[in-house]
């Protein structure tokens, strides 16, 4: 039989492992790491499993540090959210000082490790925790731009991918940028629609018109026309190494009419059944896309 001081020991650390998982928002992390791999595999001449492994590991903590500091931050207005009121800091699980460590921590071990890979690399992880914390995070209480400010760091993993296998930042990188760029004002408004009244609750303003309105809903179609224009473009040629064949291109056009049809149906709607729709069409769009680029690649 266990004893009891291994059973408390063990849920101790169960306890712990769920907090720091939730102050570096795990989901999140681990969908930034796949943008960053697939863009190595974009960019990279040949695999380097050890390469991997770095920016892996570098972009989790990039990440996970972003994470932190946010919630440091608006651990205030967290606690007046249904959504974040449970987040480690307002539940009172874990302190202010513990949460600052880890993100300091997280924020040296990232950048170290994407400085292996290269400087270049390690100056847009820099820039990426810079911007979200000290740009995004206090603009999102004073105005909707935040979201095209929170969109640059958001775009960077996909980039920083290439960057780090080839460590040169050109046309190829900069065209993943703006895929990214694009994609994140569907995402982010088809989200703030849904928690719409909980941001309220915290004085965040994430809408482009401060309302769940039919201009809200026009701006989310025409970002997402943006971002199928912007994702087939390799396919003409003009983007250097990054390139995609013609049925890939087919492929991804006809993922992100897809995801223009969830738009035109929240448009029409209205309602927050229709905006999850999009969020999760959205969320779908952007992996497998990534996955065709790829795969578009090596055969």
Request: a positive charge; glycine letters at 8%; charged letters at 15%.
């Amino acid at each position: 039989m266990k004893s009891v001081t291994g059973t408390i020991k063990n849920n101790s650390f169960s306890a712990a492992l769920g907090d720091f998982k939730e102050i570096t928002k795990v989901r999140l992390a681990v969908s930034v790491v796949f943008s960053s791999i697939a863009g190595y595999f974009l960019g990279a001449y040949e695999l380097n499993l050890y390469s991997i492994l770095l920016l892996a590991f570098g972009g989790y903590c990039m990440v996970g540090a972003s994470n932190a500091f946010n919630q440091v931050i608006e651990r205030d207005l967290d606690a007046l959210m249904k959504r974040t009121q449970n987040r480690p800091i307002p539940a009172g699980r874990m302190s202010v000082n513990t949460a600052m460590a880890i993100a300091i921590l997280l924020t040296i071990l990232g950048v170290l490790s994407l400085y292996v890979l290269s400087p270049k690399t390690a100056m847009f992880g820099a820039i990426s925790i810079f911007l979200y914390t000290s740009a995004y995070t206090p603009l999102k209480t004073k105005t909707p731009l935040s979201v095209f400010v929170g969109a640059i760091p958001g775009a960077i993993p996909f980039m920083l991918g290439w960057v780090a296998a080839t460590d040169d930042f050109g046309i190829e990188p900069g065209t993943l940028f703006m895929i990214q760029f694009f994609w994140q004002f569907p995402h982010f408004w088809a989200l703030g629609w849904m928690l719409d009244d909980d941001y309220k609750k915290g004085g965040f303003k994430m809408l482009p018109t401060g309302k769940k309105d039919t201009g809200t809903a026009l701006q989310i179609i025409l970002y997402t026309i943006w971002m199928i224009v912007i994702s087939i473009m390799p396919v003409f040629g003009f983007t250097g190494r990054l390139s995609l064949s013609i049925p890939a291109a087919i492929i991804i056009f006809l993922m992100g009419m897809a995801m223009l049809v969830f738009a035109f149906k929240l448009y029409e709607k209205r309602d927050n059944k229709a905006a999850r729709s999009l969020m999760l069409a959205s969320v779908s769009y952007i992996t497998l896309m990534q996955i065709v680029y790829v795969i578009d690649k090596f055969i």
